[in-house]
Nanobody
């Protein structure tokens, strides 16, 4: 079965950095786009960053210049490097693999940024 597992979340001070990882199994990872989302309490889930199978990237305006999405197909892993973190970045971050007929989601990892 397909499984996505996020890791790397934690608590940091504003201005700090974290690197999130999403490890995939049960798929031909290199064939799929991967997407990072986040959801803060009381707010709708929003797209943070995406990377295509070819390596093209897109970012939400709120994180452009601060976050970088990348992938390592040999490790079946997608990363989200988060720099210059702000309190408003506090959320549960989840990875998503969009597939034909089904979307696969990880369980999420908490990121907390204190001021």
């Amino acid at each position: 079965q397909v499984q996505l597992v996020e890791s790397g979340g934690g608590s940091v001070q504003a201005g700090g950095s974290l690197r999130l990882s999403c490890a995939a199994s049960g798929i031909l990872f290199s064939l799929y786009a991967m997407v990072w989302y986040r959801q803060a309490p009381g707010k709708q889930r929003e797209l943070v960053a995406a990377i295509t199978s070819g390596g093209s990237t897109n970012y939400a305006d709120s994180v452009k210049g601060r976050f970088t999405i990348s992938r390592d197909n040999a490790k079946n892993t997608v990363y989200l490097q988060m720099n210059s973190l702000k309190p408003e970045d506090t959320a549960v971050y989840s990875c998503r693999l969009p597939s034909s007929g089904l979307d696969y989601w990880g369980q999420g990892t908490q990121v907390t940024v204190s001021s």
